[in-house]
């Protein structure tokens, strides 16, 4: 063998752009890469790259998207060809939809075979043609491999995408060339920096220009203000505005301030829907959030919209203008500005007074929903409200917790009942919606800050499809982190619970069991399985001592609360008034098993209505 192989030099590479880990699944594609891998030697803890092993490789997708989404670095994940390849679609289309660069690089059969319909060969190109539009491409030669990796690192840091490196076995065995720069030959650099992007100064006037104008302003809130919440919140003050956020922003805007109406759309707020619906005037920061039937309507409000992507701007709401440019930047100079338009100077003038009302009129509404919210969370269920589950959590999260949310009816709960901590990150599946990722986002969340504690909330339906399996890895590494808790509390109701509610909203169907109801399991017994602490709460009274003891414990921790899946999914009137019809129509042609999800809605309604 060779003392250098272009394997080592993949390792090389990955180690000049920073990676400290790869996440991943062996197989025979990848073997050379392996080999590499474990001469390079110390599994990460002095500079070298750790390999983490999942438990499948769609899971391994997500520990990228999850490493990308936490440290905002670029997430590694790799495979084999054929089924390993297949296996990390799902993850790659989360990076894609949500926006976080990640690398996949890929093994292939050699070079020699391909085309023969040899074992596991397929047409790799073809496969990731759409999921990795901005990068995909087969190293065909020893001398391409380092340009090649570093094309799709400068490509997923540059477009924030999913990027694909395919590199055949006998590349991967092949020595390692010497190169110099010659004619067919490209030498390149593992270097790449942000540019400082602002809109143009004419720009600047227009935005400013309409945001003056304006009487009733609202702020739409996304992840793009991830590095802009001062500016958000100064910007907001000068405006009078009232701020909400897509289900990605929710972590960048601080939900105690008085203005703050919460999560926007189908899973959000009374307020937040008070405030789209009511604004003249709307400023979309750093959010390409798809819940367009929650924007103003077309033509109700004056838009400006900033996003560091000028292919987003206008891409959800018809704007007046769009600033392409950096948020935080962006949000200062406009902030500098406004103030000589017709809301005069602060105190000044009907246009300011008409914003002292309306900002009062926010912050009722927000004062309404928190009290809606308490009330929610207290309503009798069998056995256990998922809402009271998360509202228990507030001021039992550690300051310094990483939380990551699977998606389902959890989210729900997430959106409306957690008031994060200043700098506390939370992740989801936003975009594709992706069921399973919770735990593995949270590994991810723990590899990257092993001294901080985890929080990852599931449903029983997600538990099942990929979290169940991902614990193994849990049970495998929590002895090497300084801070064990990584607390995992399922939502074990039996049923697919967003999936009912929405055919009962979207199609007027009842329930269909054999579609919607899981077999039970024994989450907080399998933990116990796993060396784990598994803590099952069923009843209302347990949950407080349940946070408690988990977050004391020298362990991981499951908590298996017993849900009532009958607890609504009802969206935010006016919008939630709109769907009540279907849905009551819906339980009652589920006769006496749809009496208490009939009941609990009409509940829920009828709290929406004393508040209208």
């Known amino acids: 063998m ?29 073997n050379g890469f392996m080999g590499a891998l474990r001469r390079a030697g110390d599994g990460g803890k002095s500079g070298g790259v750790q390999f983490v092993q999942a438990r499948h490789e769609e899971t391994a997708a997500f520990m990228a998207v999850g490493h990308a989404k936490y440290t905002g670095g670029v997430g590694v994940v790799t495979s084999t060809q054929g089924p390993g390849a297949v296996h990390l679609l799902n993850g790659l289309y989360d990076a894609k939809l949500d926006g976080v660069p990640v690398v996949a ?43 090649v990796l570093d094309r799709a690192f400068r490509t997923a ?28 030959i490209i030498v390149t650099a593992p270097e790449w920096r942000p540019a400082r992007v602002l809109p143009r100064e004419d720009d600047l006037v227009k935005a400013v220009e309409v945001l003056d104008t304006g009487r009733k302003v609202a702020l739409l809130v996304g992840q793009g203000a991830k590095h802009a919440q001062a500016e958000v919140v100064a910007i907001a003050e000068k405006l009078g505005a009232g701020v909400t956020t897509s289900l990605l922003g929710k972590p960048y805007v601080d939900e105690t301030l008085p203005f703050a109406a919460g999560t926007m759309g189908h899973l959000g707020s009374t307020a937040s829907a008070h405030l789209m619906g009511h604004c003249d005037t709307l400023l979309i920061i750093g959010s390409n959030d798809p819940w367009t039937e929650f924007y103003p309507k077309p033509g109700a409000a004056r838009a400006v919209q900033i996003d560091i992507d000028g292919r987003k701007v206008g891409n959800r709401y018809p704007v007046e203008v769009g ?75 550690p300051a310094n917790a990483q939380v990551s949310v699977d998606v389902g009816s959890c989210v729900y709960w997430y959106a409306r009942q957690l008031t994060l901590p200043p700098g506390v990150p939370a992740h989801l599946s936003g975009t594709l919606a992706s069921m399973g990722c919770s735990i593995p986002y949270g590994i991810a969340a723990k590899l990257a800050r092993p001294e901080r504690p985890v929080v990852a909330l599931s449903g029983d339906g997600a538990m099942q499809m990929a979290g169940i399996a991902e614990l193994v890895t849990v049970a495998h590494r ?28 979207t199609e007027s169907e009842p329930r269909f069991p054999d579609s919607q109801e899981i077999p ?64 009551r129509s819906a339980l009652s042609a589920e006769g006496p098993d749809g009496s208490g999800a009939r009941e609990l809605l009409d509940t829920y309604a009828g709290q929406e209505e004393a508040r209208a």
């Open 520 to 583: 039970d399991f024994p989450y907080a017994g399998y933990a116990e399985l796993l060396g784990l602490m598994g803590i099952r709460v069923d009843s209302p009274g347990q949950l407080a001592s349940a946070w408690d003891r988990a977050f004391a414990a020298d362990r991981p921790v499951v908590i298996e609360v017993l849900t009532d899946p009958d607890v609504p999914l009802l969206p935010p009137f006016p919008a939630g008034a709109e769907k009540l019809d279907g849905m």
């Open 323 to 397: 600033l392409v440019g950096d948020a935080a930047e962006t949000l200062r100079e406009l902030t500098a500005r406004l103030g000589n338009g017709a809301a005069g100077e602060s105190g000044e003038g009907a246009a300011s007074e008409a914003r002292k009302q309306w900002r009062a009129g926010v912050e009722e509404q927000v004062h309404s929903w928190h009290a809606l919210q308490e009330e929610r969370s207290r309503v009798p269920a069998k056995p256990v409200n998922p809402e009271l589950v998360v509202r228990e959590l507030n001021g039992r999260l």
């Open 105 to 147: 690089i890929i093994g292939q059969q050699s070079r020699s075979v391909l085309g023969s319909a040899y074992m596991q060969e397929i047409d790799l190109l073809t496969l990731f043609k759409d999921v990795a539009a901005q990068f995909a491409q087969m190293v065909s030669t020893p001398e391409q491999l380092p340009m």
């Open 157 to 184: 840091l540059e477009t924030r995408t999913p990027c694909v490196v395919i590199v055949p076995h006998d590349i991967q065995k092949a020595p390692a060339p010497e190169l110099e720069q010659e004619h067919g």
């Open 2 to 30: 060779a003392d250098r192989l272009v394997a080592d030099v993949m390792v090389e590479r990955l180690k000049a752009w920073g990676v400290d880990r790869v996440f991943g699944y062996s197989g025979d594609g990848i």
């Open 478 to 505: 929590w002895r090497q982190w300084a801070d064990p808790r990584f607390v995992v509390c399922v939502f074990n109701n039996r049923d697919l619970a967003e999936v009912t509610w929405e055919q009962r909203e």
